[in-house]
């Protein structure tokens, strides 16, 4: 139950006070002139955090097992530097946007960020990693006031950061388009607090429930817009994984199909290892591909694959969560399961998906037969259905997107 008190008939504007190293919002009636000016900030605030969302969104699919991170400086009411992490190992958000409004130039003067304002989807780092943190940074550059979008989700750190710069005399603000930020980093998010990677199940079905025809064929249940945010979403994930049986019938390339975008690794689980010597996949130029099998399967295409670029992997017994476990020790956050129906069910049945994303295409295809977007779960009465939580559905082209998470107590 939401024990939030009730705000709603006092007034929408809200002022901040400090408790516990997290911002609390408590109701306050302004007079006019001043409820015009806070509803401004907060507008000014909202668009330069927009803007950090949009400059950490350019490392997309980049940055693991770091999140995506995006800075501004504001000085006067204009940005005078702009940042963003663009892989791990590399200076974080901060310091670029910093060294953008001149910090750590030959001459101090030429520091215009002491006393500016810095926006950052996530709360600065406070430890020493590859990088030092950002907290020591940015007193170091002498900067009044730090907008932070979200604390960091890691227990062990979790508001580490904003106390540091409080500690320092630093203004801290917190929770600023808190859900957008969470929606960009929700994999980085799952990562940490699960020791696992996000599972997205994606897949494409007509509106009578089937993935391909009764012989198999599946080139294409949706149109160009649906299949367009599907390459987006695979420059945005670390991995895509399909078994054999989908290298096998449909052949795919799963590249992003963007010039410049980032490419997924390309995940194939295979038991016995019985697949064709020559496939999309085995290309591996454009993209990466790793192959998990089970010990000593089929060492002839093994042999050959390697040959090909392609990295095998034999694993003790390959299971969805296992292959998990392995992306995982790979520093990987994001996984998208785009397998047939037998895979996404053991998938499922694993706790190896969170997320499902259900393309849908207002045709008929029939076929007692035809696949299934997910196998036998072992369920027989519809009381043990899954309901999917944070439900949302919109168009996309001609087709539908429902989107929505498994409940984490069913994994
Ligand atoms: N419309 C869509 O969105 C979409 C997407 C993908 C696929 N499809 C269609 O789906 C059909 C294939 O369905 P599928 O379920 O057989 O797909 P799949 O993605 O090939 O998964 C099954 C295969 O995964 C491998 N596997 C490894 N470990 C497994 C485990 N623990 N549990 C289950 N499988 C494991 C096996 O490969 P080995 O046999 O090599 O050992 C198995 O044959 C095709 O008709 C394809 O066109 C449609
Ligand atoms: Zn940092």
């Not at 899954?386 to 429902?402: A, H, I, N, T």
Request: aromatic share 4%; net charge negative.
């Amino acid at each position: 139950m939401d024990n939030s008190p009730i705000v709603a008939q006092v007034d929408t504007s809200l002022n901040y006070t400090q408790e516990d190293g997290l911002i609390v919002r408590s109701p306050v009636v302004f007079n006019s002139q001043s409820q015009d000016s806070m509803s401004s900030e907060a507008d000014f605030d909202s668009r330069m955090m927009q803007r950090c969302l949009e400059l950490a969104r350019r490392a997309l699919g980049r940055t693991s097992p770091n999140p995506l991170v995006g800075a501004v400086v504001v000085k006067d009411g204009e940005i005078i530097g702009e940042g963003f992490h663009p892989r791990a190992g590399e200076p974080h958000a901060e310091v670029f946007a910093l060294r953008a409004a001149g910090v750590g130039a030959a001459s101090p003067e030429e520091n215009r960020a002491r006393g500016a304002t810095v926006y950052v989807n996530l709360e600065p780092c406070n430890h020493y990693g590859r990088t030092p943190p950002c907290s020591e940074g940015l007193i170091k550059a002498g900067v009044a006031k730090v907008v932070v979008g979200m604390v960091d989700p890691n227990p062990l750190v979790a508001g580490g950061g904003i106390a540091r710069l409080r500690a320092a005399g630093v203004e801290v603000l917190v929770g600023i388009e808190t859900e957008a930020c969470q929606q960009l980093n929700e994999a980085f998010v799952h990562r940490i607090l699960y020791k696992q990677p996000l599972g997205i199940l994606k897949y494409a079905m007509t509106l009578d429930g089937k993935i391909a025809t009764t012989a198999g064929h599946s080139a294409w249940v949706t149109n160009q817009a649906a299949r367009s945010e599907v390459h987006q979403l695979r420059a945005a994930c670390d991995a895509i994984i399909v078994g054999g049986n989908t290298v096998r019938q449909d052949n795919p390339y799963l590249t992003s199909h963007q010039v410049g975008a980032h490419n997924p690794l390309r995940v194939v689980m295979s038991r016995q290892l019985n697949l064709p010597e020559n496939a999309r996949l085995w290309e591996t130029d454009e993209a990466p591909t790793l192959v998990l099998t089970e010990v000593r399967a089929n060492p002839d295409l093994q042999k050959l694959l390697l040959k090909r670029g392609v990295e095998v992997v034999e694993l003790p017994a390959l299971t969805p969560a296992q292959a998990m476990m392995h992306l995982y020790e790979r520093g990987f956050c994001s996984v998208l399961w785009e397998c047939g129906g037998n895979l996404a069910a053991s998938a499922i049945a694993q706790g190896a998906v969170q997320k499902i994303m259900a393309f849908i295409a207002p045709k008929i295809i029939g076929g007692t037969h035809a696949p299934t977007p997910v196998g036998d779960l072992g369920f027989t009465t519809m009381t043990e259905a899954l309901p999917l939580e944070r439900v949302r559905w919109r168009v996309v082209g001609s087709d539908c997107l429902v989107e929505g998470y498994l409940p984490q107590n069913s994994q």
